[in-house]
């Protein structure tokens, strides 16, 4: 007994170290698998309201742009107004119900960061206002992400330059899907991956999202084809997209809650279970 | 002692406060950040207490990766400098480095600077390494713990020039 409480006394510090390195070490990878809920998230009381005050400083500094952004959502949706007849531009609607049923809900991006592999946004809406982890984010220019973690005011966004995030997206014109990923080099690009060779895509084709998946619906923009590889190992396309919304730069934006996910996540559940 | 204790205290804030604020915000090129929070550790008294230092690094790493979504990367970098100074102190200024008045909040000598360069080495490449987790990032490892620890140095030599204790 006597030598065990010697051992401790005498590697107090190293002990004391290899304890605080485990824990660090535990919650890094722990932070690398997808969707798990977090401890040390930005999405809490102090952080949040910490960046919701920096952020009504550096606010200012943008309006500008916010109101170009602003003006331009505006005059787009008029034109659909106006022209209600033509409903080429206008997203597909359901024969029986008219619109998909979804709400949507009005927040304001209050940390950004776009410097890391795996980057994420904090939006100062949260649980209080229905907000509620994989629900999608999107802007007036097209999608931005993923919610993450939730807290009573405040909640993460998986944002689409994270190498972990993973969406569903498809070729506008000829309806080919693949899966969105993002390879950490540039801000302004991201990847489409798994595009099978068949599909005939041209440099500036429109990316939409896919229908397949429910955090999203289906014809929201994404971005345009840029450049085009051919993958040698899988004979797939993997494509260059150039995104409609400038990552760098987010103001407000919108979560969609649609309203028939959990209808079909408890359908795909049940037939798992069968 | 209580006068150091204070000085460390309120070092801890103001950098912290500095790094979450504005350095974190600094993203040349897109991905070049600079972390000059690490001063802390680096201006810790040498003979100071020891499992206060451990303990305020993964503190402070702790914090910040809260503000910055990491998990706990920052955390581990600092702890792991933190337990590694002794080694670089006896690195960068000899054996005997305990006996002597190191003060390193003063003009910038070869064995100051050494020091300086190891820490912020150390800390950088841990810092993203357990970032990107993935061997297939290594050049851009490489990249990034080269340019930003430029800039972490850089920016430290400025702060410590800045407040460093009048002489006359």
């Not at chain 1, 997808?34 to 920096?54: D, M, Q, W």
């Not at chain 1, 798994?194 to 599909?199: E, F, K, N, Q, T």
């Not at chain 2, 050049?139 to 800039?151: P, V």
Request: some cysteine; glycine content about 6%; proline content about 2%.
């Amino acid at each position: 007994m006597q030598q065990i409480f010697n051992f401790i006394f005498k590697n107090s510090n190293r002990l004391l170290f290899l304890l605080l390195l485990g824990i660090s070490l535990s919650l890094t990878i722990q932070s690398h698998s997808y969707h798990k809920s977090k401890i040390i998230s930005s999405a809490n009381c102090l952080t949040g309201g910490v960046y919701e005050r920096i952020n009504n400083v550096s606010e200012y500094l943008n309006l500008k742009t916010q109101n170009a952004a602003l003006a331009q959502e505006n005059a787009a949706l008029r034109s659909i107004l106006f022209n209600a007849k033509d409903t080429a531009s206008v997203p597909k609607m359901d024969s029986i119900k008219g619109l998909r049923p979804a709400n949507i809900i009005v927040s304001k991006v209050i940390h950004n960061s776009y410097d890391s592999y795996e980057n994420y946004l904090t939006i100062n809406s949260g649980s209080l206002q229905g907000v509620k982890s994989d629900m999608g984010v999107i802007n007036s220019q097209g999608i931005v992400g993923i919610i993450d973690n939730t807290s009573p005011k405040y909640a993460t966004v998986i944002s689409l330059l994270n190498i972990k995030s993973q969406i569903n997206a498809k070729i506008k014109k000829s309806n080919h899907f693949g899966s969105l990923v993002w390879n950490g080099k540039s801000t302004g690009f991201v990847q489409l991956i798994d595009i099978p060779r068949l599909a005939a895509i041209r440099k500036g084709d429109t990316i939409v999202t896919g229908g397949q998946s429910v955090i999203f619906p289906e014809n929201l923009n994404i971005g345009t084809v840029d450049k085009i590889y051919i993958d040698n190992q899988t004979n797939y396309y993997t494509l260059d997209i150039k995104l409609f919304n400038d990552m760098t730069n987010l103001g407000h934006v919108y979560i969609i809650k649609s309203k028939d996910r959990e209808e079909i996540i408890n359908l795909e559940k049940r037939e798992k279970n069968e | 002692m209580n006068s150091t204790l204070f000085v460390n205290i309120f070092r801890f804030i103001l950098l912290l406060t500095a790094q979450i604020i504005i350095f974190n915000n600094m993203n040349f090129l897109g991905y070049i950040s600079p972390f000059p929070y690490i001063l802390f550790i680096i201006l810790y008294p040498v003979n100071g207490n020891k499992f206060g230092l451990l303990f305020a690094s993964f503190l402070l790493g702790l914090i910040l990766d809260m503000f910055s979504n990491s998990g706990g990367i920052h955390a581990a970098a600092c702890v792991i400098l933190a337990y590694y100074r002794p080694y670089l102190f006896r690195f960068a200024f000899g054996l005997s480095y305990e006996y002597q008045t190191i003060k390193l909040n003063d003009v910038v000598t070869p064995e100051r600077f050494s020091f300086i360069l190891l820490s912020v080495v150390i800390h950088h490449s841990i810092l993203f390494i357990l970032e990107t987790f993935r061997i297939s990032f290594f050049w851009d490892i490489l990249l990034r713990t080269l340019l930003s620890s430029i800039f972490t140095i850089l920016l430290c030599l400025i702060v410590i020039y800045l407040t460093k204790p009048n002489r006359r």
